[in-house]
Every structure is written in structure tokens, then in C-alpha cells.
């Protein structure tokens, strides 16, 4: 069992360069998300999915797009990156809504190194 | 709206002593409340939440958390450090009216031997 999949684990990027971040889980979740890590900060919502097909935006969204054609998949991409981007980014799923009424678990991926230069 | 302050950015405990690691929340609703461990260059790991029921909850790796309603706190404490604890600690809060997980900021824990 793979959980949470992630990658690649370390990347550079120049700026105005995109590329996409990769996710994969093996759990059958339903509910998948990224989120970026920066010092200080803990972590914030890029965007999230509740199934798929179907993806909506969380705190910091600008820069970023989703899709969610499978249940296993979720992948990050940067359409034009910029140094701003630079950070720590992970995927996540939980059976059901994270921030559903049963407070279901989050399990995360190892995470993936971000360099814009 | 909700949100999660972790008011210590680091803490220092020596090993076989007690350790905290503080949480206070702000929500709405009923709160759900989670602690995560991140390990150097690796993905974060539950350790435990608190949905309902008992105040005190036991996790992962013999720690335990406090939730406190009327402080509105959800403190992280183990009886006595291991060195190998040494990692940074997030705590989360959601709500049972739905929205987002907030996370804190993350207190940095360091065990010396």
C-alpha cells in the first residue's frame, strides 16, 4: 500500500517555466488536495477535489491549476512560474472531506522540493 | 473564521522530561482538532485528533492531546521526550459547519539527549 505519491520529489524550475506536479493514492479516497508549505506559514489550500471531475480553489490558488479525470490522480500544474512559487508542496487525500462533519484524516505525500530561479 | 495559532515557534525539552507543545483555536462551531508530525524532508504524519467525546486523547508514538473548550486549547504533551521526537509539529482545526483545515504554523521541537 502506496498511500500518497508524489512527484517529482525535488525540482527548479527558471522563471516562466511551468511544469506539473504529479499525485497519485492508492486508498480509493475521494477527497485529494494541495497544499504548499513555507516557513512560517504552516500550510495553506491550493486547491482541492471532491471526486472526480469536480475541483474548486482554496486559499492561494492564483498560479495554479488542477484537474481530477481519475479518483487516483490529482496533479499541480504551474502554469508560468514565478520565484514567489518557490516552496514546499504536498498532496493529500482523506476518505471523505477534510473538513467534513466526521473530521476525517488527511493522509499526505512525502512532498515536492520547489526551486524558481 | 476559524483559525489555529501555535504561539511557540520552538520549544527545547531534554530527554525523559516532559514535554507541551501549545495549540489555541478560534471557530465557529464544534471544533475538530488534529496534530500532525513533519520529520526532516518528509510528508506530514497524523498523530491524533479530537472529534467528541473524552477531553483527553491518546495517538501515535505515546503522545497525547488535552482539548480545552473553555480555553480553547488543544495542547500536544508526552510524558518523556525521546531525542527521535525532535521534528516539527502542526496542529489543525476544522469545524463541524464545514469550511477548510487551517493549520498552524508549526512549533519546531527539539529533544537534547
Known amino acids: 500500500n502506496a498511500g500518497v505519491t508524489q512527484t517529482p520529489k525535488f525540482q527548479v524550475l527558471k522563471t516562466g517555466q511551468s511544469m506539473t506536479l504529479q499525485c497519485a493514492q492508492d486508498?480509493?479516497?475521494?477527497?485529494m488536495s494541495w497544499y504548499r508549505q513555507d516557513p512560517g506559514m504552516g500550510l495553506r489550500l491550493i486547491h482541492y477535489?471532491?471526486?472526480?471531475?469536480?475541483?474548486d480553489q482554496g486559499e492561494v490558488p492564483n498560479g495554479y491549476n488542477v484537474s481530477r479525470s481519475t479518483t487516483e490522480d490529482f496533479p499541480l500544474r504551474l502554469l508560468s512560474a514565478a520565484p514567489s512559487q518557490t516552496s514546499v508542496y504536498f498532496c493529500?487525500?482523506?476518505?471523505?472531506?477534510?473538513?467534513?462533519?466526521?473530521?476525517?484524516?488527511?493522509?499526505f505525500g512525502e512532498g515536492s522540493w520547489l526551486t524558481v530561479v | 473564521a476559524q483559525s489555529v495559532a501555535q504561539p511557540e515557534d520552538q520549544v527545547n525539552v531534554a530527554e525523559g522530561n516532559p514535554l507541551t507543545v501549545k495549540c489555541t483555536y478560534s471557530?465557529?462551531?464544534?471544533?475538530?482538532l488534529f496534530w500532525y508530525v513533519q520529520y526532516p524532508n518528509r510528508g506530514l504524519q497524523f498523530l491524533l485528533k479530537?472529534?467528541?467525546?473524552?477531553?483527553l486523547v491518546k495517538g501515535s508514538y505515546g503522545f497525547e492531546a488535552e482539548f480545552n473548550k473553555s480555553q480553547t486549547s488543544f495542547h500536544l504533551k508526552k510524558p518523556s521526550a525521546l531525542v527521535s521526537d525532535s521534528a516539527l509539529y502542526f496542529c489543525?482545526?476544522?469545524?463541524?459547519?464545514?469550511?477548510?483545515?487551517?493549520f498552524g504554523q508549526g512549533t519546531e521541537l527539539s529533544v537534547k539527549p
Open positions: 479530537y472529534i467528541t467525546g473524552d477531553n
Open positions: 489543525a482545526v476544522n469545524h463541524n459547519q464545514g469550511g477548510k483545515l487551517i
Open positions: 471557530v465557529s462551531g464544534n471544533p475538530y
Open positions: 477535489s471532491v471526486g472526480a471531475g469536480i475541483t
Open positions: 493529500a487525500s482523506s476518505y471523505s472531506s477534510p473538513t467534513g462533519v466526521f473530521g476525517n484524516t488527511i493522509y
Open positions: 486508498m480509493n479516497h475521494e477527497y
